[in-house]
């Protein structure tokens, strides 16, 4: 099993402490042996806030390591043109010498197609037709486009990436569908557990490996990486008392976002229209069901229990969201005990 960091905070006034975060859990990644650091793309929602383009934050992750992959837990595709896309994470491919990834998603917030508003209505499909367009771009083939006067131009990108073929996963809420569509690409997929339990998961998980042997052959098999909240340290209960009341915050920040999450709150239910008491006392339910059965939270060997569990799902690699509103400090001060998980389940 890798293990991978992830970043999708909750903004706050404190975006130095966010980014100090992000840059020096980068550096810990890269000299202990973690696979990757994920950035997602957000916008206009302080649930992510910080991460509009993670070409950007991929860009400064560059600078300060060596080894650790760079990936893009997200890049909305119909948001962009894919020549754009190609063209930001080349330069990101070139800063770090050939070490970035992309997991495209067709996103499903209509407030963050006021870039892009006439993308939304066909998000899924000109999600695939942009993947398979980079991909073109990033082997180095021209492909054409209008330009300015309305006629077909040939362009290519530069500057020419490192790798010849970009790593590509598809973000997945949980959808049979995406998960499908992943298998049919050929590319990784990366979903999540809030509105999963384990029997869907192993399901969906089972669905794009089938569809993934079926378009590309029985030798095929993927990867599939599932975002974990994360803290680890030395004493189960102590951790518990450190992220509770921080991952309270961070359901309340998201609600309006995740509200109509299957299995999250009853079916039906309108959190917008409850008075705060109870709204708060649903929360506060969710998040502790979700800390039991949906999180990397506890001592380094509860960590083995979890992916031993998840890897028996089929799952490849468990990519550690470690900044949903505990203190920096804590935060990093924790990794070293990710650290030793690491080294016991890195195979």
């Known amino acids: 099993m890798d293990l991978s960091l992830f970043f999708f905070a909750d903004d706050s006034d404190t975006a130095d402490s966010g980014y100090r975060l992000l840059l020096e859990s980068a550096r810990f990644a890269d000299a202990h042996g973690l696979a990757a650091v994920w950035t997602p793309e957000r916008h206009f929602h302080r649930f992510g806030g910080r991460y509009p383009n993670p070409a950007v934050a991929g860009a400064a992750v560059a600078a300060v390591t060596q080894r650790v992959a760079i990936r893009a837990g997200s890049v909305v595709a119909p948001l962009h043109h894919p020549v754009r896309v190609a063209e930001e994470w080349s330069v990101v491919d070139n800063l770090s010498q050939g070490r970035v990834g992309v997991s495209f998603a067709s996103g499903w917030h209509a407030g963050d197609y006021v870039i892009r508003p006439e993308g939304y209505a066909d998000r899924k499909n000109l999600m695939v037709d942009a993947i398979g367009t980079i991909r073109r771009l990033w082997r180095g083939e021209e492909v054409e486009f209008p330009d300015g006067s309305g006629e077909k131009r040939p362009v290519r990108i530069f ?172 935060v990093l001060g924790s990794l070293e005990h990710l650290g030793r998980l690491h080294e016991r389940v890195a195979g």
């Not at 020419?160 to 998960?179: N, Y």
């Not at 239910?269 to 998040?287: S, V």
């Not at 992916?307 to 804590?330: K, M, N, Q, S, T």
């Open 159 to 330: 500057p020419a990436p490192v790798q010849p073929e970009l790593p590509i996963w598809v973000t997945s809420s949980g959808s049979p569908e995406t998960f499908r569509t992943a298998g049919r690409l050929g590319a990784g997929l990366l979903t999540y557990l809030l509105g999963q339990d384990d029997a869907t998961l192993a399901r969906n998980i089972a669905a794009y490996r089938a569809e993934l042997a079926e378009a590309h052959g029985p030798q095929a098999r993927g990867h599939v990486v599932v975002m974990l909240h994360t803290m680890l340290g030395a004493d189960r209960a102590a951790v518990l008392e450190t992220v509770r009341q921080p991952f309270v915050r961070y359901l309340h920040s998201s609600i309006d976002l995740i509200a109509r999450t299957p299995g999250l709150f009853p079916e039906g239910l309108d959190l917008n229209t409850l008075p705060q008491k109870y709204r708060d006392l649903l929360i506060g339910r969710a998040a502790d069901r979700y800390v039991k059965t949906s999180s990397l939270f506890g001592t380094p060997e509860d960590g083995v229990e979890v992916v031993d569990r998840l890897a028996a799902l089929g799952v490849d690699e468990i990519a550690c969201l470690v900044d949903f509103g505990v203190a920096p400090d804590d």
